[in-house]
């Protein structure tokens, strides 16, 4: 089991850990990480091991077995030592435009209250898909919208809810094509605002800023018809390139 030390401090860039183990895919494994997995469209965070004697650059991150997450290193690097002690470096860079990124596209399903049926996260652009048969008639003024809610400020918080809690409330999930994973006991909510200035509650996985402004200016981009139904919404950050 792999402790997931970004689920508790997102902002966290390096940390101690133990190697537990090594995949037959040559992979590592650690007690704790503050890596996050590829999952729910965002990608798997990449940065540097170090230990006595050596390093090794981690490319990306994916879930292993059970509850282990695992580093991935470039093809014929050394790894660690299984019970070697070793500093993780997070490409802290990278990881905080995810997190701006992620927030900003929960944001977008506010401006656009529609079933969501799949999505992507990058470093400096992202996109929605929705069950939206029509194009929407004032793009810049959703986009005026989406940013007016950033430029609030409301805090990013999380909670907890249980499996049976989340089954009874269905109106909490709006992706159609992703399911969040249920099976543990209990699933991670994400809260835009608090109080009568909440503005998002929906299980989501991934990493979040604490606050929207944090995000800063977005702009959308080309909005593409896919299918009969559906609609991909590109979102950029605005002082990305």
């Known amino acids: 089991m792999t402790t997931p030390l970004f689920r508790a401090d997102a902002y966290l860039r390096a940390a101690p850990a133990r190697v537990t183990g090594h995949t037959d895919q040559g992979g590592v494994v650690l007690d704790a990480s503050i890596f996050y997995p590829t999952g729910g469209g965002q990608p798997g965070d990449c940065g540097l091991l170090e230990w006595n004697g050596g390093e090794m650059e981690v490319t990306t991150t994916v879930k292993g077995e059970g509850d282990e997450i695992v580093l991935v ?14 500093m993780q470096h997070l490409d802290w860079d990278r990881r905080h435009a995810h997190m701006r990124m992620h927030t900003a596209l929960h ?71 992703v ?6 006991g209990r699933v991670r909510l994400v809260r835009i605002g608090q109080g009568a200035d909440q503005v998002d509650l929906q299980p989501c996985g991934g990493t979040h800023v604490a606050h929207t402004a944090e995000i800063g200016a977005v702009r959308l981009g080309k909005i593409e018809k896919k299918g009969k139904q559906n609609r991909r919404v590109y979102l950029h950050l605005a002082d990305s390139r």
């Open 73 to 86: 290193p470039p093809a014929g690097a050394p790894l660690p030592p299984v019970g070697c002690e070793v």
């Open 179 to 184: 399911k969040p994973p249920m099976g543990s």
């Open 107 to 177: 944001l977008l399903s506010v401006v656009l209250p529609l079933p969501v049926t799949g999505g992507s996260i990058g470093a400096d652009k992202g996109r929605l898909d929705f069950d939206m048969p029509e194009a929407p008639a004032d793009k810049a003024g959703l986009e005026d919208a989406l940013n007016a809610l950033i430029a609030r400020d409301l805090p990013v918080t999380d909670d907890w809810i249980t499996d049976a809690a989340l089954a009874a409330n269905p109106g909490l999930v709006k992706t159609m094509s």
